[in-house]
């Protein structure tokens, strides 16, 4: 094809106007700014709005602020703000709830009373002004979040907390921004603040009675198409945002509350999780963030100290008054120092939700350009600031706790196979073996799956291949790693228990699909051969709902539960498939067993919300009608004969707990038996 010279020359006129030049350019600019920045330990946000400022009209002008660049960008800040409400941890605010709210309300106040002054009398910007600029500096971004993850910080408490007053603080900055922008856009009095009221609760009740139900009926019909998933929930992301924008709200604040009332509904680790995240972090917020430093204009800087003075002034105060918040509650709870500084560092940076709130102020005409150049200038310093803190008092903490605290026993290894025989489960067996597995240890996960051998072994053995192949994909979409391998054997179980034996597992996981009455299956002889002396902790699973799907935990345990050698391994395992889907777990014990869970996660400083019902003798039974709804999951742990926490009467109550119970998702636990704690018969009679 021959490129005359004045096609050449269109194309590389300034500014660009070619589409896909300019989308190439914009790709370049995502791929390599966060790349250079981070070698100067700079966080990626800031090298991507630089971006934008070099290739901005007040820079070289290379790309134009068109209504395409602008589109992209509207999307990018309504994903943003709903993964910021998927990122809020509600039972890590639950489990600490006071506290957050404390300093929740610490983190908005001074903030917003120590700015409205300065903007006001110091600044010389008028109250509407004033008042958008100091609601601006109540809000924050935990950008230092992956350094607490790195140092195994996420359970302590000053981490809680700051995760939980996020919830808070960004919910009253929405509100007042709410506020704001109506007067701002139809001026005040009673009517507009009537109007917003009634407005705000309609969208409210819309938001919280019915997208999670519809969400619920989507997803279960949806469960085996994983891109109609993904669009379902965008197109609820923009039908929120839509609403906001009727109701006379800001479409940040729809997108906020549509990501807060899914966030149980899409867990961390799931293959929808990742898929949002890639979406939004890999190409649409970096948009966003590109056309916030397109808007910047390099020559107010330089025309007058007014730009300097507004950076400088806006930073200080922002530094100050989160400074002061997290003093001020970090003594009221009594945080050590150590505990003060890392709430401080977590909560101190103002990143990219800052961005979301000063542009609403920017489009409707009450922020200037010298407050969004010191807006950039403040996410620089405080970015900074928030990750040199939170590095350095991590690290005091994790000294400190690695130094005085062992590990439990059983705890100290794991090595996970999932059998994946049955093709039609798979996928609800993958999410729980992932929601089970650490995501932190070394040892990978493995699929499997047991072929009989007989005469179709070839052939069913081509098959397997095939459903490892698509159970491999999947882990990968979710971000964490499997093997996959199949097998021959005389039957799945020996298949499993020999696979198992070779790569030292701690834990298999199993599927089933379950009969009417649970209690034929749970004491009939369906897994005897794999149950029977099995080293490792097996899970058989009835996956009848997907796991984002279910409510509530129903734990049952059986007397001196805790004295299994297995028991805390175990119980790290309910914790982290609670943890995983932020499900209530509501356990039935004897003794001092749910007083050992409950301090123990304390301990851990789990979020999990845990409810403990105790019981002086096996013959005590809660009544199963009233207690299981038809989306909890019922989770049993059966000892096996001989063991320590084996009896007849823990036994007969399951049978009468599980019967006619087929209708509900359950998961049996049976405990891997060693020989220090087989007894030939249990001493105990009952």
Same mark, same amino acid.
């Given at each position: 094809?021959?490129?005359?010279?004045?096609?050449?020359?269109?194309?590389?006129?300034?500014?660009?106007?070619?589409?896909?030049?300019?989308?190439?350019?914009?790709?370049?600019?995502?791929?390599?700014?966060?790349?250079?920045?981070?070698?100067?330990?700079?966080?990626?946000?800031?090298?991507?709005?630089?971006?934008?400022?070099?290739?901005?009209?007040?820079?070289?002008?290379?790309?134009?602020?068109?209504?395409?660049?602008?589109?992209?960008?509207?999307?990018?800040?309504?994903?943003?703000?709903?993964?910021?409400?998927?990122?809020?941890?509600?039972?890590?605010?639950?489990?600490?709830?006071?506290?957050?709210?404390?300093?929740?309300?610490?983190?908005?106040?001074?903030?917003?009373?120590?700015?409205?002054?300065?903007?006001?009398?110091?600044?010389?910007?008028?109250?509407?002004?004033?008042?958008?600029?100091?609601?601006?500096?109540?809000?924050?971004?935990?950008?230092?979040?992956?350094?607490?993850?790195?140092?195994?910080?996420?359970?302590?408490?000053?981490?809680?907390?700051?995760?939980?007053?996020?919830?808070?603080?960004?919910?009253?900055?929405?509100?007042?921004?709410?506020?704001?922008?109506?007067?701002?856009?139809?001026?005040?009095?009673? *009517?507009?603040?009537?109007?917003?009221?009634?407005?705000?609760?309609?969208?409210?009740?819309?938001?919280?009675?019915?997208?999670?139900?519809?969400?619920?009926?989507?997803?279960?019909?949806?469960?085996?198409?994983?891109?109609?998933?993904?669009?379902?929930?965008?197109?609820?992301?923009?039908?929120?945002?839509? !609403?906001?924008?009727?109701?006379?709200?800001?479409?940040?604040?729809?997108?906020?509350?549509?990501?807060?009332?899914?966030?149980?509904?899409?867990?961390?680790?799931?293959?929808?999780?990742?898929?949002?995240?890639?979406?939004?972090?890999?190409?649409?917020?970096?948009?966003?963030?590109?056309?916030?430093?397109?808007?910047?204009?390099?020559?107010?800087?330089?025309?007058?100290?007014?730009?300097?003075?507004?950076?400088?002034?806006?930073?200080?105060?922002?530094?100050?008054?989160?400074?002061?918040?997290?003093?001020?509650?970090?003594?009221?709870?009594?945080?050590?120092?150590?505990?003060?500084?890392? !709430?401080?560092?977590?909560?101190?940076?103002?990143?990219?939700?800052?961005?979301?709130?000063?542009?609403?102020?920017?489009?409707?005409?009450?922020?200037?350009?010298?407050?969004?150049?010191?807006?950039?200038?403040?996410?620089?310093?405080?970015?900074?600031?928030?990750?040199?803190?939170? *590095?350095?008092?991590?690290?005091?903490?994790?000294?400190?706790?690695?130094?005085?605290?062992?590990?439990?026993?059983?705890?100290?290894?794991?090595?996970?196979?999932?059998?994946?025989?049955?093709?039609?489960?798979?996928?609800?067996?993958?999410?729980?073996?992932?929601?089970?597995? #650490?995501?932190?240890?070394?040892?990978?996960?493995?699929?499997?799956?047991?072929?009989?051998?007989?005469?179709?072994?070839?052939? #069913?053995?081509?098959?397997?291949?095939?459903?490892?192949?698509?159970?491999?994909?999947?882990?990968?979409?979710?971000?964490?790693?499997?093997?996959?391998?199949?097998?021959?054997?005389?039957?799945?179980?020996?298949?499993?228990?020999?696979?198992?034996?070779?790569?030292?597992?701690?834990?298999?996981?199993?599927?089933?699909?379950?009969?009417?009455?649970?209690?034929?299956?749970?004491?009939?002889?369906?897994?005897?051969?794999?149950?029977?002396?099995?080293?490792?902790?097996?899970?058989?699973?009835?996956?009848?709902?997907?796991?984002?799907?279910?409510?509530?935990?129903?734990?049952?345990?059986?007397?001196?539960?805790?004295?299994?050698?297995?028991?805390?391994?175990?119980?790290?395992?309910?914790?982290?498939?609670?943890?995983?889907?932020?499900?209530?777990?509501?356990?039935?014990?004897?003794?001092?067993?749910?007083?050992?869970?409950?301090?123990?996660?304390?301990?851990?400083?789990?979020?999990?919300?845990?409810?403990?019902?105790?019981?002086?003798?096996?013959?005590?039974?809660?009544?199963?009608?009233?207690?299981?709804?038809?989306?909890?999951?019922?989770?049993?742990?059966?000892?096996?004969?001989?063991?320590?926490?084996?009896?007849?009467?823990?036994?007969?109550?399951?049978?009468?707990?599980?019967?006619?119970?087929?209708?509900?998702?359950?998961?049996?636990?049976?405990?891997?038996?060693?020989?220090?704690?087989?007894?030939?018969?249990?001493?105990?009679?009952?």
């Amino acid at each position: 094809m021959n490129l005359t010279h004045d096609h050449i020359r269109s194309i590389v006129q300034l500014p660009i106007n070619d589409p896909v030049l300019v989308f190439a350019i914009i790709l370049l600019v995502i791929l390599v700014s966060p790349l250079v920045l981070r070698k100067f330990r700079f966080p990626g946000l800031i090298g991507l709005i630089v971006s934008g400022i070099i290739i901005g009209p007040s820079g070289f002008n290379i790309i134009e602020k068109t209504s395409a660049i602008d589109l992209f960008a509207t999307i990018g800040m309504l994903l943003l703000m709903f993964i910021a409400g998927l990122d809020l941890d509600q039972q890590q605010f639950s489990r600490t709830r006071n506290k957050s709210l404390l300093f929740g309300i610490l983190t908005y106040t001074i903030p917003f009373g120590m700015g409205l002054p300065v903007c006001y009398y110091l600044l010389d910007f008028n109250l509407i002004s004033s008042l958008m600029i100091s609601n601006m500096f109540a809000t924050h971004t935990m950008i230092s979040y992956p350094i607490v993850t790195r140092l195994g910080l996420t359970r302590n408490e000053a981490v809680a907390v700051a995760t939980g007053g996020t919830i808070i603080t960004d919910t009253l900055v929405l509100l007042v921004l709410a506020v704001i922008t109506g007067i701002a856009t139809e001026g005040g009095g009673f *009517e507009l603040y009537g109007n917003l009221i009634i407005s705000f609760i309609i969208f409210l009740l819309f938001v919280v009675f019915l997208i999670p139900p519809a969400t619920r009926w989507a997803f279960h019909r949806l469960e085996d198409d994983n891109y109609s998933q993904f669009i379902f929930v965008a197109l609820v992301v923009f039908i929120c945002a839509l !609403l906001a924008k009727t109701a006379g709200l800001e479409p940040i604040i729809g997108a906020f509350a549509a990501g807060f009332v899914l966030n149980r509904l899409i867990p961390s680790g799931s293959t929808l999780r990742n898929r949002i995240d890639f979406t939004g972090n890999a190409l649409f917020i970096p948009f966003f963030l590109i056309s916030i430093g397109m808007i910047v204009d390099l020559r107010i800087i330089f025309a007058g100290p007014m730009a300097i003075i507004v950076a400088v002034v806006l930073t200080v105060v922002a530094l100050i008054s989160k400074f002061a918040a997290a003093e001020i509650a970090s003594r009221i709870i009594g945080f050590t120092a150590d505990q003060r500084r890392l !709430l401080f560092g977590l909560t101190s940076s103002h990143a990219a939700a800052i961005l979301a709130v000063i542009m609403v102020g920017y489009r409707i005409g009450i922020i200037d350009e010298n407050v969004i150049n010191g807006t950039i200038f403040l996410i620089l310093i405080t970015c900074l600031v928030s990750s040199i803190v939170t *590095e350095a008092a991590g690290k005091n903490i994790a000294f400190s706790v690695k130094g005085g605290t062992k590990k439990p026993v059983g705890l100290t290894q794991e090595t996970v196979i999932v059998s994946l025989s049955n093709p039609q489960s798979m996928e609800r067996l993958l999410d729980l073996a992932l929601s089970l597995k #650490k995501k932190n240890h070394n040892n990978p996960l493995y699929g499997l799956v047991v072929v009989d051998d007989d005469e179709t072994a070839n052939e #069913k053995l081509t098959l397997a291949r095939s459903t490892l192949a698509r159970a491999g994909g999947r882990a990968l979409a979710s971000g964490r790693k499997m093997e996959t391998f199949a097998t021959i054997d005389n039957n799945v179980s020996s298949g499993i228990k020999r696979v198992a034996r070779e790569k030292n597992a701690t834990d298999i996981i199993v599927g089933t699909s379950g009969k009417r009455n649970l209690a034929d299956f749970l004491f009939g002889r369906s897994l005897e051969q794999l149950t029977t002396n099995s080293a490792q902790n097996i899970y058989v699973f009835n996956p009848l709902h997907p796991l984002s799907l279910f409510k509530k935990i129903h734990l049952f345990l059986p007397p001196y539960a805790e004295k299994e050698e297995s028991f805390l391994h175990i119980l790290e395992k309910v914790i982290s498939l609670a943890e995983s889907g932020k499900i209530i777990v509501e356990s039935y014990s004897y003794g001092s067993t749910g007083l050992l869970i409950e301090s123990h996660l304390k301990k851990t400083g789990s979020p999990v919300i845990h409810k403990f019902h105790s019981f002086i003798d096996e013959k005590e039974s809660p009544d199963p009608k009233s207690l299981i709804a038809i989306d909890d999951l019922l989770v049993v742990i059966s000892p096996q004969r001989g063991t320590i926490s084996f009896s007849k009467a823990y036994n007969s109550l399951l049978k009468k707990i599980l019967k006619n119970k087929g209708e509900n998702g359950y998961l049996i636990i049976y405990p891997g038996v060693f020989n220090s704690n087989l007894t030939l018969q249990s001493s105990r009679t009952v």
